[in-house]
């Protein structure tokens, strides 16, 4: 008898496995009693066998996974539970303990061994779906989202091609027709991706191969250096995408922006001659839709006419805020977005769609296939026995790619679009009462008088705060206050919303409560968020 594991002297491993006469790792090749001689059978190992044999029972783990999250309260939509914990926190290292976090070669768990690990993770997880995690941009999950996402999941297919995705494929495509007229593309061209910070990155690829096609052969040898422009409050990707494009983060330029966190048109126009000036070409300019912290919406209009001037890309960064694009009383917050040359739009945000859940559109219909695409003979043949025009794979970046249209679809089915721009408008309306109710109660200071979006930044002051001279000194401590009371939200676990500081403008830490569709908020939950931050904050040593 030959054993299998001593035919690669190279493989160190496996011949300590066999040396060990361990039956997970070694395999024999015996001759076979009805094959010609010189012939030989592998035998299948007995752990290979076990596990085609007891496959079948494997899949009852998904029988008890659903369960299991009501039990653990994962969900909490009811605002009955709200009172359960959003996080049960431990720091790292006794997170350690409490979960075996270790790698084996040879375990064996049993189902109920593995119905509990499961259950530990649920149990120390952030319930971002629970009504008071208000900690990002995205909140509560739309069940007709999650919904979609487990068929997706289950199905487990890519979308490069109709053969393998043949009703997912259908589905992107009406989407990508559907917002591309929503927002005044026509017959635009788009595709779902990673992330917003993918979709940025599109933009940017799209508007080098139109200016520059021989780029997608040749490379940047040789080339100026090209710029991209985008506002000081704008997105990071913008810097990351230079640095992964070879632009070089030097040539990501920041423009400045208004009180209320604008890009200034003027400065632009300034910083592109500028650019020119020094024998540099600029490229693509980018206007936000909803900045990250601030919520602000860019002039696309006046940006508009800035990049018709100078032959530029325009690009919106809507990943927040293109859910205006549905709003019935706030889409003048898009005015103009047609004129731009590309967007990106994250539904997974304000919406609720489950993460990931990223497009990116474009009103030139044949650029994203003609930017991106590549003979690939053994996916995209032309000779195939359907319509290969729906095979959108070779237009996109990746290879496989998930199915995230077939979420977003079917939330839009079960509500319709319109359902879904009145609670884009809900959530502004309560985000505006929110500001109101700070107003009447001492202690609370707005960054900004107004915001255009959801966004609402603040100061709680506590009490043993006020009344005193506000110097850099106060203000320094003044800073402390949304970092501490920030751990004391989610060391009890009652609530959470972010903090951030807005450093290019000298501003410390404040709280940054961003309003989603869901939770479908009510008045008296504004009530708690405000007395809960002053229950905590006034509980602090300062």
């Known amino acids: 008898m030959l054993s299998a594991t001593t035919t690669n002297a190279s493989n160190g491993h496996l011949m300590a496995a066999a040396n060990n006469n361990s039956s997970a790792t070694t395999t024999t090749i015996n001759p076979s009693k009805n094959t010609n001689p010189g012939q030989q059978q592998q035998q299948t190992p007995h752990e290979v066998s076990e ?26 939509a009811n605002p009955e539970e709200w009172h359960e914990k959003i996080v049960d926190f431990v720091q790292p290292e006794e997170l350690k303990n409490l979960i075996d976090l270790k790698i084996e070669e040879n375990q064996n768990y049993t189902l109920e061994q593995i119905q509990n690990i499961c259950q530990q993770v649920i149990r120390y997880s952030v319930k971002t779906s629970h009504g008071r995690f208000h900690n990002q941009l995205f909140g509560q999950m739309d069940p007709y989202g999650l919904a979609g996402s487990w068929i ?10 109709f053969e393998v995705a043949p009703v997912f494929s259908l589905i992107e495509t009406e989407i990508v027709r559907k917002v591309c007229e929503l927002c005044g593309y026509g017959q635009g061209d788009g595709i779902f991706s990673p992330g917003g910070s993918i979709s940025n990155m599109y933009g940017i690829v799209l508007a080098r191969y139109r200016k520059f096609p021989e780029i997608k052969s040749k490379g940047m040898v040789g080339m100026p250096p090209l710029v991209i422009f985008t506002s000081e409050e704008s997105h990071y990707s913008f810097k990351k995408a230079a640095h ?3 632009f070089g983060v030097d040539n990501c330029v920041m423009v400045k922006t208004n009180d209320r966190g604008q890009m200034l048109p003027e400065d632009l126009e300034l910083k592109i001659l500028e650019a020119k000036a020094h024998g540099k070409v600029p490229l693509f300019v980018n206007a936000t839709a909803g900045t990250t912290v601030l ?17 530029l890309w325009m690009h919106v960064d809507a990943c927040l805020g293109g859910s205006a694009l549905l709003s019935y ?34 009103r030139h219909a044949e650029l994203l296939p003609q930017a991106n695409s590549t003979a690939v003979h053994y996916l995209f043949q032309q000779d195939k026995f359907y319509d290969v025009s729906y095979d959108t794979g070779n237009k996109s970046i990746q290879c496989g790619r998930k199915i995230d249209a077939f979420k977003f679809w079917i939330m839009l089915k079960a509500r319709g679009y319109g359902s879904f721009g009145r609670l884009v408008d809900h959530a502004l309306d309560i985000s505006k009462l929110f500001m109101e109710k700070m107003k009447r109660r001492q202690g609370y200071r707005l960054v900004l008088d107004d915001y255009q979006y959801t966004n609402v930044c603040f100061w709680y002051v506590p009490k043993v705060m006020r009344g005193q001279k506000e110097d850099a000194k106060w203000w320094e401590k003044l800073y402390e206050v949304a970092p501490m009371v920030k751990e004391l939200m989610i060391r009890q676990g009652t609530l959470m ?3 951030s500081p807005l450093l290019y403008r000298n501003i410390g830490n404040f709280f ?28 602090c040593s300062l």
């Not at 997706?152 to 091609?161: G, P």
């Not at 103009?336 to 739009?345: A, I, K, N």
């Not at 961003?514 to 968020?529: A, G, K, R």
Request: proline share 2%; charged share 25%.
């Open 51 to 76: 596990i085609r044999l007891n496959l079948a029972n494997d899949w009852k783990v998904l029988s008890s996974i659903h369960q299991m999250l009501v039990d653990e309260k994962a969900f909490c």
């Open 497 to 499: 919303l972010g903090y």
């Open 295 to 311: 919520g602000a919406f860019d002039d696309f209009s006046r940006i508009a006419d800035v990049c018709q001037r100078h032959d």
């Open 244 to 246: 992964w494009l070879g």
């Open 329 to 362: 009383k706030n889409r003048h917050l898009l005015r103009s977005l047609e004129r731009s040359d590309s967007f990106s739009w994250n539904p997974h945000k304000s919406l609720g769609a489950p993460l990931q859940c990223a497009l990116f559109l474009t």
């Open 512 to 539: 940054r409560m961003v309003f989603t569709c869901f939770p479908v908020m009510q008045e008296s939950e504004l009530d708690f968020i405000l007395d809960e931050i002053e229950r905590l904050a006034d509980s």
């Open 152 to 161: 997706t999941e289950a199905l487990n297919t890519s979308a490069y091609t």
